[in-house]
């Protein structure tokens, strides 16, 4: 058996590669943006669309009824959290749980909370009948087998507090009995109360706090309707928005539209920028390509005169742009990731979507498309110096000095 | 050990043809010294280079070792020349990027079953005085150790043969001296090496000699009158000169 030789190939690529710092570092910059730009993309599309999955089969409905007025406030408060008041009469509620197909109905008001030691912003309060609430139970991370009972709240997992501590709404001390988990929506930056609990915080607001709250008597924000097993849903919203006018009902695909709405600008804008970089980057190595081409067809002349076949030369530059390709690829996602971990409550306000970050699996799938981007574009960009090198006549460059 | 038969390379550069190689014989035995002198343009270069199998004739064929080397693949001539044929260049040819002890193990990257290894790198730099320079890379060499370098480098696979194309065109004379011993060295010890150089004062480091000029290989002159010497029609080499 012969023995294992002293200078490997992957040695000489190494070499080639550490040893020409300034030209490698611009062309792995180039890689790292292609890839870092269409990964950031794909992992905010994805983390949106995970957040929403999430969301919407957490929440339990099939429907939710609002005031028609309030038809968006709604999306937005389910969303993005963004805190809102509004109401219709409580009479609505009871014709909606008489429909025929629905299973369950559970009425919500919304309260939009003024200042708060938790937060940085108003927050959604959300006053549920725990007799009738099918959706918060659960959510539950901590504490799940908690009963919401009298001045208790669950808060959303953006809401700083721990289970056992107090919160002040409107004056009102409030419990923390449960935290719910993350959905990158708006219940996150939710807090859940009882009706009682509400009324007597509304109640009391005109004394302990600076500004008084106003529940009218009667009325909800929204209805929570789960259909019965076979039953449309849309023939349910249909027959809801028949039976009781001023209603809007807004269905999950309903919230998909307005994501997808809110989230094709964004794509667009980053869909946008993904492109403009490729087609930057793209010329860029290409120049980088040529200049690289030119530069070593005496090298590689060299290396023909030593011995070394054509396909040893062209597999030596494909593995060197690939590596390249595969070193500026890795950096480019780690960074985007990074950042965007980070920044991802940043990210998830200005853009109003709903985000979380998306499962190893789809992070996997998307790191390695992103990856398999660059190695395209390396390869793509190899296949003139390839060319040219290997169409040149050796001895006739090495002769040329 | 080399046969070289009516071997011709004309260059084609749009409509018209430069005959670079006309009609050219040689024999190269095993342990010889063959020094090709000849001007700038008289074609001897591309001599080497076809021995090398760097570039194809266009007529005539050239058998390294019994092989004709014009019917090969770029596989098969790659994989002769990294085991049988060690070059040197008119310029050092190092490779930037690595180190001098790297540069010289480059080759047996090419060779299947190479006897290359750190140690017979290291021997060899050793034996051509550079081996305290190992670590170093080409850029930190002065101009007589990088061609020393290079024969090391062109003698890592144990070639049967060592091409030397003008290997001390751009050295000062010292140093010229220095390598051609260094050449002398190598040959008594029984590499056989195939030299062009356009300096006639390294004449009698051949053990046979042969002028080009343009195109066609000549019969030599003494070395007394070397310098004066200017070829004939009637000096062209024919196949009988041939051994």
Redesign the interface.
């Known amino acids: 058996m012969s023995k294992p030789p002293d200078f490997r190939f992957f040695s000489l690529i190494v070499r080639n590669l550490t040893n020409r710092p300034y030209r490698n570092i611009a062309t792995v910059f180039a890689f790292a943006i292609i890839a870092g730009t269409f990964f950031s993309s794909q992992y905010l599309m994805s983390g949106a669309q995970q957040s929403l999955d999430t969301g919407i089969s957490r929440m339990g409905a099939d429907i939710l009824v609002v005031p028609e007025d309030y038809a968006g406030a709604g999306q937005t408060v389910i969303l993005s959290g963004t805190p809102s008041s509004f109401f219709f009469a409580d009479s609505g509620f009871e014709k909606i749980s008489r429909i025929h197909g629905v299973a369950k109905a559970s009425p919500q008001i919304y309260i939009a909370t003024l200042f708060a030691s938790c937060c940085a912003a108003p927050v959604q309060m959300i006053a549920i009948d725990p007799e009738r609430d099918f959706t918060i139970s659960t959510w539950l991370k901590k504490n799940p087998e908690v009963k919401i009972g009298k001045d208790d709240i669950i808060i959303g997992s953006a809401i700083i507090q721990d289970v056992g501590k107090d919160l002040m709404f409107y004056g009102h001390t409030f419990h923390v009995v449960g935290v719910l988990e993350q959905t990158g929506m708006g219940v996150d930056n939710a807090v859940f109360t009882r009706f009682e609990d509400a009324y007597v915080m509304a109640a009391e607001s005109g004394e302990k706090a600076v500004k008084k709250l106003t529940i009218p008597e009667g009325m909800v924000s929204a209805v929570l309707v789960k259909v019965d097993p076979g039953t449309s849903p849309a023939a349910v919203a249909s027959e809801i928005m028949t039976q009781v006018p001023g209603t809007k009902v807004i269905m999950s695909n309903g919230l998909l539209n307005a994501v997808s709405g809110q989230l094709g600008a964004t794509t667009r804008i980053l869909y946008s920028a993904s492109l403009a970089v490729t087609i930057v980057s793209i010329p860029l190595l290409g120049l980088i390509s040529v200049m690289v081409a030119h530069e070593r067809k005496k090298e590689v002349s060299i290396l023909r005169a030593l011995g070394a076949s054509k396909s040893f030369v062209v597999r030596l530059m494909l593995a060197e742009s690939f590596s390249l390709a595969i070193i500026g690829g890795f950096i480019g996602i780690g960074a985007s990731a990074g950042i965007l971990m980070i920044y991802q409550d940043f990210i998830r306000i200005t853009l109003k979507i709903p985000f979380i970050i998306p499962s190893p699996t789809a992070m996997l799938v998307q790191g390695g498309s992103a990856l398999l981007l660059s190695i395209v574009i390396g390869g793509i960009a190899s296949l003139y110096p390839v060319f040219l090198i290997t169409r040149s006549a050796p001895y006739e460059t090495i002769r040329g000095g | 050990m080399i046969k070289v038969s009516g071997v011709t390379k004309t260059f084609r550069t749009g409509s018209s043809e430069i005959q670079a190689v006309d009609d050219v014989h040689l024999a190269v035995q095993p342990g010889e010294f063959i020094l090709i002198f000849g001007r700038s343009g008289s074609g001897k ?2 001599l080497l ?1 076809m021995l ?1 199998g ?2 194809r004739p266009t007529n005539g064929e050239i058998r390294i070792n019994g092989v004709d080397i014009g019917n090969l693949s ?2 098969k001539i ?2 002769l ?3 049988e ?1 060690g ?1 040197v ?3 050092s ?1 190092l ?4 180190t001098v002890l ?1 540069n010289v ?7 299947k ?2 006897p ?3 140690s017979r ?1 290291l021997e060899l730099l050793k034996k051509v005085g550079v081996s305290d320079r190992a670590d170093a ?1 080409p850029r930190t060499l002065s101009s007589g150790e990088m061609k020393r370098v290079a024969i090391a ?1 062109a003698l890592i ?1 144990g070639p049967s043969l060592l091409i030397a ?1 003008e290997p001390t065109g751009d050295l000062d004379v010292d140093t010229e001296i220095e390598i051609m011993e260094l050449f002398r060295q190598l040959n008594c010890e029984g590499t056989t090496i195939v030299m062009v150089t356009h300096n006639p004062d390294l004449i009698h480091y051949g053990t046979q000699t042969y002028c080009m000029d343009r195109g066609k290989m000549v019969k030599r002159p003494e070395s007394s009158s070397f310098n004066k010497w200017e070829p004939g029609p009637d000096t062209h080499l024919k196949p009988k000169d041939v051994p």
């Open positions: 270069s591309t280079g090398a760097l570039i770029d596989d790659s994989e020349r990294a085991k044929i070059f260049f008119q310029f040819g490779l930037p990027t690595v790297e193990l480059v080759p047996t990257l090419f060779c079953n190479s290359g290894s750190r790198a890379y480098r696979n194309d």
